[in-house]
């Protein structure tokens, strides 16, 4: 059964600091992650996705990298903004399902 | 146009009352998903269609009824619930789910229940 973990689970920086949010998973057969943001009370919005065949993927000042090998992917954010505070999921799509099973998700607060 | 809509985003319900939930996408997607989330927890899967037609039930209640009227509409039929299904139920839907490239999930805004 997939299990996902991240940590920390939750993470209070100051603004600007660049940092880094990780994501464990138990069975690396998997065709895609997804990492999300949510803020409180609201949906799920999408930042990045990446296939089971790609190392990395990038948009504005997120990166997000895959080990599938290890069960690992991290979603490192450069130069933190007060407008980054949210709780930050990641999700894994199991090879042979339709499950996007969530991991445990990271709330981020950043300090102006 | 890469919105799922979900309506109502409030619903407040007795426990003998029904209702439902409405989720909408007109993105094409073929695959559509109830989620259940509650306070400072992951989301749960709870339905999966694929093609109008139920692929995945994960042991939800049978006071949760899912439909799929047409590809783009999902509804979730509620009736006699209890207080513990306060929490928010989220849809989200993906161009299909297994072995297709581009299996991004969008998601929608959500619907806040409060059964009382």
């Known amino acids: 059964k997939q299990e996902v973990t991240q940590i920390p689970a939750a993470l209070s920086v100051p603004e600007g600091e660049n940092l880094v949010l990780n994501c464990s998973f138990t069975?690396?057969?998997?065709?895609?992650l997804q990492w999300f943001r949510q803020d409180p009370g609201k949906g799920l919005t999408s930042l990045l996705l990446i296939q089971s065949s790609q190392r990395e993927q990038t948009s504005g000042r997120l990166n997000a990298s895959l080990d599938k090998s290890s069960g690992r992917s991290t979603l490192y954010i450069a130069a933190s903004q007060p407008g980054d505070s949210a709780t930050y999921l990641c999700?894994?799509?199991?090879?042979?399902?339709?499950?996007?099973?969530f991991g445990t998700g990271t709330r981020l607060k950043v300090l102006a | 146009d890469t919105e799922v809509t979900q309506t109502p985003k409030h619903l407040v319900m007795g426990m003998t009352n029904k209702k439902s939930l409405k989720c909408e996408q007109h993105m094409g997607h073929r695959a559509m998903y109830w989620y259940k989330q509650k306070a400072k927890k992951p989301p749960e899967l709870m339905f999966v269609?694929?093609?109008?037609?139920?692929?995945i039930n994960e042991s939800v209640p049978s006071r949760f009824s899912p439909e799929c009227p047409n590809s783009s509409l999902l509804n979730l039929h509620l009736h006699a619930l209890q207080p513990e299904d306060s929490a928010l139920y989220l849809c989200?839907?993906?161009?299909?789910?297994?072995?297709?490239?581009?299996?991004?999930?969008?998601f929608g805004q959500g619907t806040r229940l409060t059964v009382v």
């Open positions: 999700a894994v799509l199991s090879s042979g399902t339709y499950k996007y099973i």
């Open positions: 069975d690396s057969a998997i065709y895609n």
């Open positions: 989200a839907s993906s161009v299909t789910g297994g072995p297709v490239m581009n299996t991004e999930a969008f």
């Open positions: 269609y694929s093609y109008e037609k139920l692929s």
